[in-house]
């Protein structure tokens, strides 16, 4: 019994994880449903600090106590069977982890289901994809915090470091690590569309060669939009199909599969009445993605506008679509930020928000160099509504919005899909408008259903008999 945490699920996460463990020092023992996984695993290393087992009883048994256990298991009924087959051989005060992309509504309920047992439960958010789960990914721990406590040690440890800081926090309590991560992976549908906008515009309307755009994107990786995915963009446009000597960008079908986590994102926005445009159209365009044949047999009949081949100054246009990226990236972010603050204000979570945007700098999908600068607005004003009227940002506004409204309208007449691109762009403008449209849209209720309306002039509600 002297393995200091123990991981089920050795797929390529779970392994890398697990080998994460053993290279900071922990004694580590394994476990899979199937042996091949684990037997793999061994060939991976020296045997020394990672231990298999072969039945469950026998890997609980081996763990010191109070036991640490980190699932890294398909989400869904694969996570309740897995916790069935552990709580006959565990005690009160031992912890079960869960490290894999779980519902933060089924966290909940299962820690709640734990917790009657006086077993604690973690659901973990895990950012960072494989290199990361091996080499650090951003780590975000919701549930008990002194359970939180507990393993803190080892997390902290495997986690990225930015700065001499791992980037790994207490997130808050039952289901709240998880709801954090699964906000995060839509940001980043976001981000990924927004940046195949800016890419569709380099390519089609200015007309660069894929190696240009790769330049661009490596330039622009230099300064206010460095980021991991701008950076892997770059390196993705300059690889080539060993096949054809083509782009290996050109030879990819154009249809993108997800996993549910942005549908999941949007859902809880929805239902709760949290303005998620962006995220959303984001969400919207892969499944437009996965139209393929229709889209195929519609371009043959449906006519675009008439479009002038030549543009002008690319240099300047450059500089707009940078512009305009960043623009749009500063609105997803702002809009998942917001989720983030009214979700907190409605479970009373008290999320955070300066430490996720610190946590989120190192070893996660959305990395980002203007992730300092939000997690500065919200370490300046904690009650912070909105990140746009940050100072630093409510600047940026004044300074790129002429670039980002140039771009939309160019998409526009030029019969460029820009969905996330001209969602910012109308989020920016709804928001920003202290006086809007929806006294009419409330005058059309009362009017049909009698739904009644509220006046600008006198306290009450009213209803007109508009016949």
């Avoid at 997690?375 to 506004?397: C, D, G, H």
Wanted: hydrophobic share 40%.
């Amino acid at each position: 019994m002297d393995n200091t945490i123990g991981v089920i699920g050795l797929g390529v996460m779970g392994s890398n994880i697990a080998l994460n463990m053993a290279n900071n020092g922990e004694k580590v023992a394994v476990y899979n449903y199937t042996r091949d996984l684990t037997d793999k695993l061994l060939h991976r290393i020296d045997g020394e600090t990672i231990a298999p087992y072969y039945d469950v009883q026998s890997f609980v048994q081996s763990l010191e106590t109070p036991r640490k256990i980190f699932l890294m298991v398909t989400a869904g009924a694969a996570i309740d069977s897995v916790i069935s087959s552990l709580v006959p051989f565990l005690e009160p005060g031992d912890i079960i982890m869960d490290g894999g992309n779980s519902h933060y509504e089924d966290t909940a309920r299962r820690y709640e289901d734990l917790k009657s047992k006086k077993i604690e439960y973690l659901g973990i958010g895990i950012s960072g994809g494989e290199v990361g789960a091996l080499n650090g990914p951003s780590i975000m721990p919701g549930g008990e915090k002194d359970a939180y406590e507990k393993v803190a040690p080892i997390l902290t440890k495997i986690a990225a470091q930015v700065d001499g800081t791992p980037c790994c926090t207490y997130i808050g309590p039952k289901g709240a690590g998880h709801f954090v991560k699964m906000v995060h992976n839509g940001i980043e549908y976001a981000d990924m569309q927004l940046i195949a906008e800016a890419y569709t515009f380099l390519r089609e309307r200015l007309q660069l060669s894929v190696n240009e755009i790769a330049d661009t994107f490596e330039k622009w990786n230099q300064g206010e939009l460095k980021s991991y995915l701008i950076e892997i963009t770059a390196e993705i446009l300059k690889k080539k199909d060993e096949k054809t000597g083509l782009p290996l960008i050109d030879v990819i079908l154009d249809k993108v599969g997800q996993k549910g986590t942005g549908k999941w994102t949007s859902m809880q926005a929805i239902d709760n009445g949290i303005p998620l445009s962006i995220i959303t159209e984001s969400l919207f365009s892969r499944y437009v993605s996965s139209l393929k044949e229709e889209r195929v047999f519609a371009e043959e009949i449906l006519a675009g506008p008439e479009v002038e081949l030549s543009i002008e100054d690319k240099d300047l246009w450059i500089e707009h679509i940078r512009q305009a990226l960043y623009m749009g990236k500063v609105c997803a972010y702002a809009q998942g930020f917001t989720q983030y603050k009214m979700t907190s204000d409605l479970y009373d979570w008290n999320l955070p928000l300066e430490e996720i945007a610190l946590i989120f700098r190192g070893g996660c999908i959305i990395r980002a160099e203007f992730l300092n600068v939000i997690s500065e607005a919200y370490q300046t004003q904690a009650n912070l509504k909105n990140l746009l009227i940050a100072p630093f940002f409510a600047e940026k506004v004044k300074e790129y919005q002429s670039g980002l409204r140039k771009i939309v309208c160019e998409g526009i007449n030029s019969g460029i899909p820009f969905p996330c691109l001209s969602a910012s762009l109308s989020y920016l403008d709804s928001y920003r408008r202290g006086h809007s449209n929806a006294s009419l849209l409330q005058a059309q209720r009362d009017y049909f259903g009698a739904h009644t309306y509220e006046r600008i002039d006198m306290d009450g509600v009213f209803h007109t008999d508009w016949n």
